[in-house]
């Protein structure tokens, strides 16, 4: 018995891009062309929640699971675990966000927080964040921590956030990532690669 197999054609392809991707807003957009497609089936809760699985692990300078972390490294592993490919330390993991406003930030699940040398994930309530904090208190849900920014990862769909959804988050915070220091803001204007593409906005 032969199965066929149904087949779009070119015009069909792009009648549902045309309607699809006003639809999804930018960043989904940007999810679609560049992130793999185990990738681009993942949400800020995704990550949050596979960050959550290791909440009571002990924090250890240097390590990155599966059953010890330091900041940067509960970072990668949940990530990791998503299929999503990202740098190892704080530094050049907030580097390699799309940056929103923190108070944003604070209210979008799974959204990157971060000062210079520690990084942590949102809880999306306004104010916890789930980390690996310190050798003392190890992995958890805190709050209080003194974040001083806030990105989203590229490739994770955010398009139920907060604030207008995915579409309403790259109108009102249209900066794009690029060379950071530790202790300095990006600056607007800067590229951002996505996949095999680079993207430019300006403020």
Known sequence: MTIMQPRMSRRSILSTLAVG????GVLGAINLVGANSA?????GSDFLQTAATKNGCPYIWGDAGPSSFDCSGLVLWSLTQLGISFPRTSGEQYNSCYPIDLGQGLATPGAILWFP????????DGGTSFEAQSEE???GYFTGTG???AGLVPGLDYSGAPGGGARGLRR???RQPGP???GQQPRSGQWLAVGSRQLRQRM
């Open 137 to 139: 208190v190890g992995v």
């Open 180 to 182: 950071v220091l530790e």
């Open 172 to 174: 009102r915070y249209g």
């Open 147 to 149: 974040w001083t920014a």
């Open 21 to 24: 991707v006003p639809a999804m």
């Open 39 to 43: 990738a681009a089936a993942y949400s």
């Open 117 to 124: 040398g520690h990084i942590g994930i949102s809880c999306g």
